[in-house]
């Protein structure tokens, strides 16, 4: 099955720096991760997806960007703010299939005041 | 739109006992649910995919006879933890596949079981 590695496992910058996390999966038919903000005791909120037919996407300050040949696909964050603060979970996904999310291990950003 | 609900939010009970937890789409049909389970400070971990109409697909490691999934109806889908053990005290989340089908998943409130 699918196999996702993350990176960092937690990750504090100063406020309005970037913050940028990484992750690599191992079955090349995945084709679509998406990333989730998760705060504690509370459900995963969907921040930004990406398919595998797309290299980048944007929204705001927040980014994807897909490499398929190596696998691997990272998020960043512009400008953060304390309210990121949260664990963040890269995951993958075969469209067509069950359409399983296979997520990553999360990583922890606190951004400091 | 396309929102998840579970319940309860929170539940304790004795080793021993069965705990039953239910995730609705309460504005779309969802013909496939999923369920995860988060312990503290860790990744969410697939235990099964509910399908409505017929029989859960659950994850290599995951006992089929401890956590009862049943899908029947397009919005509602239950899972019932048997025989509590101490062990099993997790974060429990559902998610539904949006509406029509699409790549996204949207993920119930979770539900936090605490076996005593």
């Known amino acids: 099955g699918e196999n996702v590695e993350q990176h960092p496992s937690t990750l504090s910058v100063q406020e309005g720096d970037s913050a940028v996390i990484k992750c690599t999966y191992s079955?090349?038919?995945?084709?679509?991760f998406p990333w989730y903000k998760q705060e504690l005791g509370k459900r995963p909120q969907l921040i930004i997806d990406i398919r595998s037919n797309v290299g980048e996407k944007k929204d705001q300050r927040i980014a994807v960007t897909l490499n398929k040949t190596a696998k691997h696909f990272s998020l960043h964050i512009t400008e953060t703010q304390p309210e990121d603060s949260a664990v963040y979970f890269c995951?993958?996904?075969?469209?067509?299939?069950?359409?399983?999310?296979?997520f990553g291990t999360g990583t922890r950003l606190t951004v400091i005041p | 739109g396309a929102v998840v609900s579970q319940h309860p939010s929170r539940v304790i009970c004795k080793s021993g006992t069965s705990v039953k937890i239910e995730c609705r789409s309460l504005?779309?049909?969802?013909?496939?649910m999923f369920w995860y389970r988060q312990f503290p400070k860790q990744s969410l971990m697939l235990m099964a995919t509910?399908?409505?109409?017929?029989?859960?697909?659950?994850e290599q490691g995951v006992e089929k006879d401890k956590f009862l999934i049943n899908h029947a109806s397009l919005t509602l889908s239950t899972l019932t933890v048997t025989s509590a053990h101490p062990e099993d005290s997790s974060f429990y989340i559902c998610s539904a596949r949006g509406p029509g089908g699409g790549y996204e998943q949207y993920f119930g409130p979770g539900t936090r079981l605490t076996v005593t």
């Open positions: 504005d779309f049909q969802a013909t496939t």
């Open positions: 509910s399908n409505e109409g017929s029989k859960a697909t659950y």
């Open positions: 995951a993958a996904s075969i469209r067509g299939g069950a359409n399983n999310l296979f």
């Open positions: 079955d090349s038919a995945s084709n679509y």
